[in-house]
């Protein structure tokens, strides 16, 4: 963990409520895909934890969705600098994946799972993509997981983009070896439920420090205790201790 200040370069709308920043600065601190940052907003307290979407050259891509006030100020840069933690988190284990790793994304559980891809794809992997959204409107960064060469699957709720459902309907009929995914609990669940191999699965929780000083995000495990921004975010299948 390194705190770093990220000058902006460009913040832009991906759709009408998803924002996709890129900061230069020291990113020697991200070492792994699925790890996150915490950035400290002038005027709120607590740091805002965002997944590293992707990093390199000394580039960071931060893609976040606008839920209240702090993040509602982060869409309104325009440049300046940024206060940020980084190198949070374990991040995901791509030597355990196999050839045919299947990685599924819900919402702004998508964009880790970029860094992830770009990753595998260089280990000379066959990747394939799940994207879940509610609608057609929310749906971004298809195109640039296809220019990884990923096989990508879009799946809606409402069935106006792709296949019509959850992702576990996509899920159905692929050939995998391993899954990673992100995304909302309910869906964390959904595809641990469906999944036919094991998997590692990103976990979002409120943060008071973000580094395991708090003990703020601590949850219960088969392994015993652990605290999702330090022994986490990113758990095996195995482990996983449900609360029903």
């Avoid at 709308?13 to 907003?41: H, W």
């Avoid at 996509?170 to 990673?180: E, G, P, R």
Wanted: proline letters at 4%.
């Amino acid at each position: 963990m390194k705190k770093v200040l990220f000058e902006i370069k460009s913040n832009r709308p991906l759709t009408e409520n998803v924002f996709e920043m890129k900061l230069a600065g020291d990113t020697s601190d991200i070492t792994r895909p699925g790890q996150f940052v915490n950035i400290k907003l002038d005027g709120y307290y607590l740091r805002r934890p965002i997944s590293v979407c992707d990093c390199e050259d000394g580039e960071l891509t931060l893609i976040y969705k606008v839920v209240g006030h702090g993040t509602e100020a982060m869409s309104k840069m325009t440049g300046g600098t940024l206060d940020i933690l980084s190198g949070l988190g374990n991040g995901y284990d791509t030597a355990i994946t196999g050839e045919r790793p299947l990685l599924i994304g819900g919402g702004v559980g998508v964009p880790p799972l970029y860094m992830l891809a770009k990753e595998l794809r260089k280990e000379g992997k066959a990747v394939s993509v799940i994207l879940g959204f509610n609608t057609a409107s929310e749906v971004f960064y298809e195109d640039e997981f296809k220019a990884l060469g990923c096989d990508v699957y879009v799946a809606t709720a409402d069935g106006s983009a792709g296949i019509k459902g959850f992702v576990t309907e996509a899920m159905k009929d692929l050939d995998y070896t391993h899954f990673c995914t992100c995304g909302p609990e309910p869906m964390l669940k959904a595809v641990y439920n469906a999944s036919k191999t094991s998997g590692q699965l990103s976990f979002e929780e409120r943060m008071g420090c973000g580094f395991g000083a708090c003990m703020g995000c601590s949850c219960k495990t088969l392994t015993g205790n652990k605290r999702i921004c330090k022994d986490g975010p990113i758990m095996m299948k195995e482990e996983i201790l449900w609360n029903d």
